[in-house]
């Protein structure tokens, strides 16, 4: 099983020099991918919270790093013109040397949707239109598209993406998931949605390879990923409150215990985030002895 982790979102402020310092610890560390959310606005109880913009983060840290894969966990299409964002994501490849895995997904929150002036309604509708234009892109390098709420006429990627660039979808919804069934390389859910416990992520992945096998192809082709949340000493501030703390407990326990947890998802997905808190250099460096341990399977 592959490990990776997700750095900071809304926690604390976080300037570049930290950011950098952790993607590069976390290389070190033997972290196999690094992940940023993909959010503008948050309302908190203490204000408004937001962290930096994403895809401009991403292509930084693509820069100071050399192994792990990166991407957005995941990136709302709504956010972005469909053929921009295909651009933006094969520039970003470009720079890690190939190390880019495009999250997708078609948003949830709708006060940054309002506070930024991108329509909330219709969002699968929406999210239909731009994948066709962002997977045709990035596969063929071209599409003549006109749809209800996107339009990308006669047009191309030059310099071209990596057409194997794997499309990540973050949903199990089943309209989403055979929408992009016949394209998807990676899926991914958040821990809150199956209680961060092996027995309740069993019935999604069930879901997901329904609709794969519903157009022909294997589950075994497609990357099966979940966010995990683990919390270490000194944590408590990136729970989004007690009743979701209640249904789904994070792992938690000595390296070698929060390894052996994630390890109990093995069955399921191939590849985990884990969401730490607090999530800190100092947290990163302390779940090396985990992410070895969880390599060694």
Partial sequence: MDIGIQLPEIERFVPWSEYRAMAVAAEEAGFDSLWLGDHLLYDKPDGAKGPWECWTLLSAIAAVTERALLGPLVTPTAFRGPAMLAKMAGTVDEISGGRLVLGLGSGWNRREFDAFDFPFDKRVTRFEEAFAIIAGLIRTGRVDFTGEYYRA?????VPPARA???????STGPRTLAITAG???WWNEWWSHFGNTPDGLGPLVERVDGALRAVGRNPSEVVKSVALMVQLPGGGGRLMGAEVEADAPPITGSPAEIADQILRFSPFVDHVQLVVDPITLESIEALAPAVARVHAG
Avoid: A, R, V, Y
């Fill in 183 to 185: 394209e998807m390389n």
């Fill in 164 to 170: 194997d660039l794997p499309i990540m979808i973050g």
């Fill in 153 to 157: 006429p006669q047009t191309e990627l």
